[in-house]
């Protein structure tokens, strides 16, 4: 999961953005003919949004107090299968470590864990660790289970609002030089932010890249990108033309696989609700 994408962050669904970044990956030729272009936020925030993904039902607050009986970790559990949820900022935010574990996930992994690693302290700051590392560490684990089978989800934080992740302390990114042309039209916390989408986006390629080579992206893998909900209307997206202006807006959805997938109409309208139907 990326943190509060709405497609229409994306120039390559916004066609008034006008300036080409986040080609790494969302705007790719080849993710762009099998993204979900018409899937639409259920549940927002990110608790809610997760609920509603996880648990395939609108009512996200009625899920707690049943008990997430049928949530899509508690089906993959029945399965034999180990459920992870791995975020970069702290596992105890909006008591997410007792809620994902009611909805059947075995294991939670946040901030608090990784700064119990000396080496990582240095990329945890703002609201956590920073995508790149968390992607890492995210393989890593994977890796180490590679002969289980197992469901991971991850989110990062950033491109969390308003203006995502703006230091970059200890990595470096290719230059972007139209980028800063959002600096004159749009205002420095919206250049801010599309920036930090960007940087996201390379992180995602250099993420898939790398289960590549580690031989954990194979034809028994299914990748899911989405987003845990749209960008809801700020100061920041507010800046944006052609940004929705409606906080339950569109998300990326994509399916990647060696094996091939079933034909779906990718312009349907559909929502959160159908993605664990769907999975």
């Given amino acids: 999961f990326t943190e509060s994408l709405s497609l229409d962050a ?20 080849d993710i762009q003919e099998i993204t979900f272009s018409n ?3 259920t549940g927002s925030p990110t608790l809610q949004g997760l609920t509603v993904t996880f648990n395939g039902h609108p009512n996200f607050n009625v899920q707690e107090q049943t008990g997430h009986a049928n949530s899509f970790p508690r089906h993959l559990e029945r399965n034999g299968y180990r459920s992870v949820f791995i975020r970069s900022a702290s596992k105890y935010f909006a008591n997410e470590n007792r809620v994902f574990r009611n909805m059947g996930f075995s294991e939670i992994i946040g901030r608090e864990d990784f700064y119990d690693n000396e080496a990582l302290r240095k990329y945890i700051y703002g609201w956590g660790l920073e995508d790149r590392i968390l992607y890492q560490q995210a393989a890593d684990y994977i890796e180490k289970h590679r002969d289980e089978k197992l469901f991971v989800a991850l989110l990062g934080t950033d491109t969390h609002p308003p203006t995502g992740q703006v230091h970059y302390k200890h990595l470096k990114y290719p230059p972007r030089p139209a980028l800063n ?19 996201m986006d390379h992180d995602v390629d250099l993420f898939i890249d790398d289960l590549e080579k580690r031989g ?48 779906a109409p990718r312009d349907v309208m559909a929502s959160q609700v159908d993605i664990a139907p769907s999975l």
């Fill in 10 to 29: 994306l120039p390559c669904w916004n066609d008034r953005l006008g300036t080409p970044y986040a080609d790494k990956f969302f705007c790719r030729r």
């Fill in 181 to 199: 042309d959002f600096k004159q039209t749009l205002g420095r916390d919206t250049f801010e932010w599309l920036r930090a989408v960007d940087r």
């Fill in 39 to 41: 899937l639409l936020t």
């Fill in 216 to 263: 954990l992206f194979d034809e028994n893998t299914l990748i899911v990108v989405s987003s845990d909900h749209s960008c809801a209307v700020n100061n920041v997206t507010g800046r944006i033309p052609g940004h929705s202006r409606d906080n339950l807006g569109r998300i990326p959805l994509v399916f990647l696989s060696k094996q091939p997938l079933p034909p």
